[in-house]
C-alpha cells in the first residue's frame, strides 16, 4: 500500500515538472514574437533606404536632365533627343523655362534627399537602442529561465531517486 502511495506522489509530481516544462517552452515561444518585430524593424530599414536611394536617383536624374539642357547634349537616348533632332531645337525662352523647373525641382530633390538621409539616420538610431534593450532583456530573461529550468530538473531527479529507492527498499522486505 505505502508503494502505491509513493508511485501516485511520483505521477503527481511528474505532472507538476510536465506543467513546468510547459511554461518554460511558452517562455521561449514568446521570444518568437521579437524576432518577428525584429524582422520588421529590418523591412522598415529596408523601406526608408530604399526612399533614400529613389531619391537620390531622381535627383542624379534632374541634375542630367539640367546639364543636357545647358550643353545641348543629350546623353542618353530619349524621346526629346529625337523629337529635338526631327523637329529641330527648343527656343531660348523654353529652354530657360525648362531650366528653371529642372533648377527647382534639383533644389527639392536635394531637400528631400537631405531629409530621407536625416529620418534614415535617426531610424538607424532608434532600431539600434531598442535592438540593444531587446538582446540585454533576452539575455536576462533566458538565463533566468535556464537557471530555473536546471533547478526543476535537478528537483525532478532528487524526486525520482526517492522513488527508487523507496522501491528498492519494499523489494528488500519482501
Known sequence: ?????????????????LEE????????????????????VCRKHELTQFELEMAAQDLASK????????????????LKGMTSKLFGQETAEQ???????????IEEGE?????????????VKTAWVDIERFKDQKD???KE?????????????KKGIQVWTNAKECFNKM
Open 140 to 142: 536576462r530573461d533566458l
Open 21 to 40: 516544462e510547459e511554461h518554460y517552452a511558452d517562455q521561449l515561444k514568446e521570444y518568437l514574437f521579437y524576432t518577428e518585430a525584429l524582422r520588421a
Open 111 to 123: 531637400e528631400a534627399v537631405k531629409e530621407k538621409n536625416t529620418e534614415s539616420d535617426e531610424f
Open 63 to 78: 541634375k542630367q536632365q539640367k546639364e543636357e539642357l545647358v550643353t545641348g547634349t543629350v546623353r542618353t537616348f530619349s
Open 95 to 105: 529652354r530657360e523655362a525648362k531650366l528653371q523647373v529642372l533648377e527647382q525641382q
Open 145 to 157: 529561465a535556464l537557471i530555473s529550468y536546471a533547478i526543476m530538473q535537478i528537483s525532478r531527479c
Open 1 to 17: 500500500m505505502g508503494e502505491t502511495l509513493q508511485i501516485q506522489v511520483y505521477a503527481a509530481s511528474v505532472d507538476d515538472i
